[in-house]
């Protein structure tokens, strides 16, 4: 009898320390947390290092992550807030449900300067409507020509309250068009076939063949060609310019496990985050890498005119901004 009551009890250790482990909660966007996306590419490594257990919650927007968090309050199991952008992190800030990350950022290696005490910039890409060159052989070169295309030529897009995608498309035709916005949406309106809530409900309508274009990211392309081994999917690039996306992360006030959530921020600016992020979220990496960048990124359209409003005069204006939006798509 002594043998089954050994075994009984190092089970019982076994579990005991695997229950002991923390486990770090990160509410983040769908695609990120995907089977495809970078959280299970992440995960394990993050685990092996840490001796921790990696959470991913999934809702279909960053956004909407956000408003769960918010209406959760300190309720929340959130340790961290992954996948908001600089148009969005400005409300995030004011919630007061975030502290200071505390981590050195001086290895950031972004086409513009960037520094914010709470949230950490993780990866970065630029907005841009994607299309199939099999398909549409002739695609717009600019906002306004995209507006100017024949009655039958339809797009797919995000709405800006619930999608950092459809926020900026929403700013990007501010940043060009200033007061003149709400005609260029009362133009651009009857091409818009569907407004989705975020960005993969709009991609896939996209990829079956629902549509001409889609609002994505001048990266978007990178994923056909790498994986599909396709070389067909592009994006416009519009003359106008492009609204540059800079994705950041936050440790939540709320955590019961602050230092390891620190730690993962710390992680996301390592070589090895780094080299994940471009094959598997798609975009660019923060920091410069050995390893560099895939050379199927060669073949990517790159913006010659980087657009990018302060989050502070986002923060004070976007509620405007989307009203403006509903008033001239409803009139």
Not at 77 to 82: G, P, R, V, W
């Amino acid at each position: 009898m002594i043998k089954p009551i050994l075994i009984l009890i190092l089970l019982t250790i076994t579990g005991i320390s695997n229950d002991t482990k923390p486990t770090l909660t990160i509410y983040t966007y769908d695609a990120f947390a995907s089977s495809w996306g970078t959280a299970p590419k992440i995960k394990k490594i993050f685990e092996k290092e840490h001796n921790c257990n990696l959470k991913f919650v999934s809702v279909s927007s960053s956004i909407g992550a956000l408003r769960k968090i918010q209406l959760e309050g300190k309720r929340t199991k959130a340790d961290i807030l992954l996948g908001l952008d600089t148009s969005i992190a400005e409300e995030a800030k004011k919630t007061g449900l975030f502290i200071k990350h505390d981590i050195d950022s001086s290895k950031l290696d972004l086409p513009t300067k960037y520094s914010d005490e709470f949230f950490l910039p993780f990866d970065y890409s630029y907005f841009a409507f994607v299309y199939d060159s099999n398909r549409l052989k002739n695609p717009p070169n600019s906002l306004e020509a995209l507006a100017s295309m024949p009655k039958d030529f339809k797009i797919v897009i995000q709405d800006p309250r619930s999608s950092t995608t459809g926020l900026g498309l929403l700013l990007w035709v501010k940043e060009v068009y200033g007061d003149k916005s709400a005609d260029y949406w009362k133009k651009l309106s009857p091409h818009i076939l569907t407004i989705t809530k975020g960005w993969s409900e709009s991609y896939g309508l996209f990829l079956k063949g629902e549509a001409d274009m889609v609002l994505s990211f001048t990266t978007s392309p990178a994923y056909h060609m790498i994986e599909e081994k396709k070389m067909n999917y592009k994006s416009a690039n519009f003359k106008e310019g492009h609204y540059m996306q800079i994705e950041v992360a936050g440790v939540l006030k709320s955590s019961e496990n602050k230092k390891l959530a620190k730690e993962f921020l710390a992680f996301t600016q390592s070589e090895i985050f780094a080299n994940i992020i471009p094959t598997s979220n798609w975009t660019y990496p923060v920091i410069k890498t050995k390893e560099g960048l895939p050379k199927e990124f060669n073949n990517l359209e790159t913006p010659t005119k980087r657009l990018l409003m302060e989050g502070e005069i986002v923060g004070k204006n976007r509620k405007a901004y989307v009203d403006e939006w509903l008033g001239a798509l409803v009139k």
